[in-house]
Antibody
Framework: QVQLVQSGAEVKKPGSSVKVSCSAS????????FNWVRQAPGQGLEWMGR????????NYAQKFQGRVTITADKSTRTAYMELSGLRSEDTAVYYC??????????WGRGTLVTVSS | DIVMTQSPDSLAVSLGERATINCKSS????????????LAWFQQKPGQPPKLLIY???TRESGVPDRFSGSGSGSDFTLTISSLQAEDVAVYFC?????????FGQGTKVEIK
């Protein structure tokens, strides 16, 4: 069964960085398009960026440009999202989601990142 | 960015009654070359990721009950739950994937009256 498995919860200090992973089980890794979407507590969904492993090309929402880096490792079938310069407003659940068919039909279970001093 | 606006923000419906959620995009998400609306609907329950219900505005995802239906075109869309069940209590989001920058509506909370 195809699924996206994300890394566990993180607690980080303001100003530090966090790297969240998303491993794809099943299917051809190069057919995936990995998106990262975050959801602050009690809030809506916010798209951060995506990577297409086949092209090794990443795109980012302007809001996160310069702070986020999305990569993919084909040897481990894993996508990564690294967010730097963390602040309290970055406390959220971070989801990876596949959009290889354009719509987001496969989601990971989410990774809670808490930013607190 | 394409702004997605849902209405209402919340609604309470009696079991077995119809629930209707609207979603309006700030520009058309209809791609003329293939006549497809790049619009999806998701259901999210507490502590869970969003679950895809509808894509291409009106195509039901496999396994989704047929009481869920999507309609609309261009900039105005509707998600209808024809007969609300207890397990449908959730927040519902619309999303456009027409633009390279996907955007979501703010969400509509559905409760039992």
């Amino acid at each position: 069964q195809v699924q996206l498995v994300q890394s566990g919860a993180e607690v980080k200090k303001p100003g530090s960085s966090v790297k969240v992973s998303c491993s794809a089980s099943g299917g051809n890794f190069f057919t995936y398009t990995f998106n990262w979407v975050r959801q602050a507590p009690g809030q809506g969904l916010e798209w951060m960026g995506r990577i297409i492993p086949m092209l090794d090309e990443a795109n980012y929402a302007q809001k996160f440009q310069g702070r986020v880096t999305i990569t993919a490792d084909k040897s481990t079938r894993t996508a990564y999202m690294e967010l730097s310069g963390l602040r309290s407003e970055d406390t959220a659940v971070y989801y990876c989601a596949d959009s290889s068919r354009r719509y987001f039909d496969l989601w990971g279970r989410g990774t809670l990142v808490t930013v607190s001093s | 960015d394409i702004v997605m606006t849902q209405s209402p923000d919340s609604l309470a419906v009696s079991l077995g009654e119809r629930a209707t959620i609207n979603c309006k995009s700030s520009q058309s998400v209809l791609y003329s070359s293939n006549n497809k609306n790049y619009l999806a609907w998701f259901q999210q329950k507490p502590g869970q990721p969003p679950k895809l219900l509808i894509y291409w505005a009106s195509t039901r995802e496999s396994g989704v009950p047929d009481r869920f239906s999507g309609s609309g075109s261009g900039s105005d869309f509707t998600l209808t739950i024809s007969s609300l069940q207890a397990e449908d209590v959730a927040v519902y989001f619309c999303q456009q994937y027409y633009s390279p920058l996907p955007t979501f509506g703010q969400g509509t909370k559905v409760e039992i009256k």
